[in-house]
Nanobody, 130 residues
């Protein structure tokens, strides 16, 4: 079983930055063997969960939603079993509960689709004020 635990959320003013972390624990061997995607998602008030960044290990490619491209950066430290999301130039539209996810299986065109992911953390809240 894979467990994910996010941290690093908080309240910032527009233009500020945050770094989110996601500690991965448990048995990830099946995910590694299948080349499953891993990613970050968010859900704003009254909105559907949307993908913001995701990584395809087999291709070493990272995908970003248009709304965060150029501002957010996905990275990972395999030794620490931790995923990161560096968020810069935040604006109020970035407010939401941020989740990390693992076990994504599907076409690369679906990599930012929450429905293809099997494992989720509990989320960390990000609030951006104007």
């Amino acid at each position: 079983q894979v467990r994910l635990a996010e941290s690093g959320g908080g309240s910032v003013q527009a233009g500020g930055s945050l770094r989110l972390s996601c500690l991965v624990s448990g048995d990830t061997s099946k995910h590694r063997a299948s080349g499953a995607y891993m990613g970050w998602f968010r859900q704003g008030p009254g909105k559907e969960r949307e993908g913001v960044a995701a990584f395809w290990p087999d291709a070493s490619k990272t995908y970003y939603s248009d709304s965060v491209k150029g501002r957010f950066t996905f990275s990972q430290d395999n030794a620490k079993r931790t995923l990161y999301l560096d968020m810069n130039d935040l604006n109020p539209e970035d407010t939401g509960l941020y989740y990390c996810a693992a076990g994504g299986l599907g076409r690369a065109t679906e990599i930012l689709n929450a429905r293809i992911y099997s494992d989720w953390g509990q989320g960390t809240q990000v609030t951006v004020s104007s």
